[in-house]
């Protein structure tokens, strides 16, 4: 069984802080991706992380995969009140020309301004 | 607005009922997945279609079924409803037969009641 564990669960910081929300798990995964999700919405894709060691930076916000492809991390700096909101991790586990994305349980981001 | 809709908004409806939720993808995307997003659970897969076809199974119950038709758009049916299957239900949807980028929804709230 694939899982991926998110920490914090929660976080409530201030505005113009910074902060990193870590993504980790015992599986390989082909991908990973980030996701924030608003009340009352769907989850929107953030960005798609492919390669071990693979950077990207979105704006404030950078996604880090690591080296071995099973966990990641997503730091923003300077965070703003707009930024609140769940943000999700997703494993890509690709088997019998199908696949299917593992998701971590999420963290609830508020940011007071 | 990701271009993939999903009718109705809300649904509440009594234990042991059977209501049937449908999601319409973005234009050109032939895969449709389904999930399942409760509070104890998190976003769990349920199923994915690819082009009429079922590609994948996630931790869907024998109670739930789904099928997706030649215009692509897909139904989501439960049945013999319990009270732990009120969560918010979601359709994504992508081009190919593996997970890349997917599109989500806005979500059914079905009420078990």
């Known amino acids: 069984t694939q899982l991926l564990e998110q920490s914090p669960q929660f976080l409530s910081i201030q505005e113009g802080e910074n902060l990193t929300v870590y993504c980790n798990s015992s599986s390989v995964f082909s991908s990973l991706q980030w996701y924030r999700q608003e009340p009352g919405e769907g989850p929107v894709l953030l960005v798609t992380v492919v390669t071990g060691g693979e950077v990207k930076k979105l704006k404030r916000l950078t996604f880090q995969f690591g080296d071995a492809r099973k966990d990641s991390s997503l730091h923003i700096t300077a965070a703003q009140p707009g930024d609140t909101g769940l943000y999700l991790c997703?494993?890509?586990?690709?088997?019998?020309?199908?696949?299917?994305?593992?998701f971590g349980q999420g963290t609830e981001l508020s940011v007071k301004p | 607005d990701s271009g993939v809709t999903q009718t109705p908004k809300h649904l509440i409806t009594a234990t042991g009922q059977r209501v049937t939720l449908r999601c319409s993808p973005r234009?050109?995307?032939?895969?449709v997945y389904w999930y399942q997003q409760s509070l104890d659970q998190g976003l769990q897969f349920l199923i994915q279609y690819y082009n009429g076809e079922e590609r994948a199974k996630g931790n869907i119950l024998e109670r739930f079924s789904a099928q997706q038709f030649p215009d692509l758009h897909s139904e989501l049916n439960l049945s013999s409803l319990e009270l732990g299957d009120s969560a918010l239900y979601f359709c994504?949807?992508?081009?190919?037969?593996?997970?890349?980028?997917?599109?989500f929804g806005p979500g059914t709230r079905l009420t078990v009641t």
């Open positions: 997703a494993g890509l586990w690709i088997y019998n020309q199908g696949g299917k994305l593992i």
């Open positions: 234009s050109g995307d032939l895969s």
């Open positions: 994504a949807s992508s081009v190919g037969q593996t997970i890349y980028e997917q599109y």
